[in-house]
């Protein structure tokens, strides 16, 4: 089961400079990628108050659209370059592959459509909305989907949250430390946490011939 962003998608620059527009705007400080990865986490609304937004007065509907149309003009989206050699090596060795995401559902199946990536998952499973709240539901309705016993399940993602999803849903996790989260918050998890996607394949036991 995999998480989308940040951990097959490399769009960490991206959301740094969607969020660095809104901050512009609003004569808030900006913030650099180091910052960020050291900072962001879900849901993302406790997230932007804690980088300034006032949201007391803010409309949160208008704030995320705003978001989501500055992040999907964004020319740095893109899978990182080891994804789709791992995808391959977990497909050729038969594991059945997933998607759960915070991500929008349309939002979601259109960057998977536009990778060219969207028949390799059994399942595609976003939010029904762009506010970035917990994904543990969605986990839930993939479960029952998969009708697959919860610890024949890996989890594999960028951020504390997956942990607590896979915590949540009694699955196991992994962590890759390239997207949007550092290693040294990723690491106070006590799961298995890697510094690149390449090294999955070994932890998995996954030699391609």
Known sequence: MWDWNGTLLDDVQ????????????????LINPRDYRET???????????????????????????YHDLYLAEPTIR????????????????????????????????MLGDAGITEWFEGIYGS???YGHSKVEIGRVLFRRLKCPESSILFVGDTLHDYEVASELGCDCVLVAHGHQSYARLAQMGCPVFQRLAELPDFLNLNPS
């Open 40 to 66: 962001f986490g879900f849901p993302v609304r406790n997230y932007y108050q804690a980088i300034g937004f006032q949201m007391e007065r803010e409309d949160w509907d208008a704030l995320a659209r705003r």
């Open 128 to 130: 029904d909305n762009l």
């Open 14 to 29: 991206a959301s740094v400079n969607a969020i660095n527009q809104l901050l512009q705007d609003r004569r808030l400080p």
């Open 79 to 110: 899978l990182w370059p080891e994804a789709l050699p791992v995808l391959r090596i977990c497909h050729a060795a038969g594991l059945g592959m997933s998607v759960l995401s915070a991500s929008e559902q349309s939002i979601l199946d259109r």
